[in-house]
């Protein structure tokens, strides 16, 4: 089993910036890859980036230059840093793992942003 736990969402005003962590625990070990996904109401839960165990990233495309994803192998943690933030980011952002072909999630973290 491994267990997630996000932290860092809140509220922010356009134009700014948060960064959001997820820790690791348990079974860590030969974790393949980590993401953040993110669901806003009324809309499916879309993947925001992914981070493999030898740092390769994939964004998807619409954020590509905002956000940036990165990994501290050694704390089992990923982060998350979101800068220009847009109303549209708006969503519960969701911690991801995969390990033996297994995802494992995180209860969420929500960042609404709003002037």
């Known amino acids: 089993q491994v267990h997630l736990v996000e932290s860092g969402g809140g509220l922010v005003q356009p134009g700014g910036s948060l960064r959001l962590s997820c820790d690791a625990s348990?079974?860590?070990?030969?974790?393949?890859?980590m993401g953040w996904y993110r669901q806003a109401p009324g809309k499916q839960r879309e993947l925001v980036a992914s981070i493999t165990s030898d740092g390769n990233t994939n964004y998807a495309d619409s954020l590509k230059g905002r956000f940036t994803i990165s990994r501290d192998n050694a704390r089992n943690t990923v982060y998350l840093q979101m800068n220009s933030l847009k109303p549209e980011d708006t969503a519960a952002y969701y911690c991801?793992?995969?390990?033996?072909?297994?995802?494992?999630w995180g209860h969420g973290t929500q960042v609404t942003v709003s002037s």
């Open positions: 991801n793992a995969v390990r033996s072909h297994i995802y494992y």
């Open positions: 348990g079974s860590t070990f030969s974790i393949d890859a």
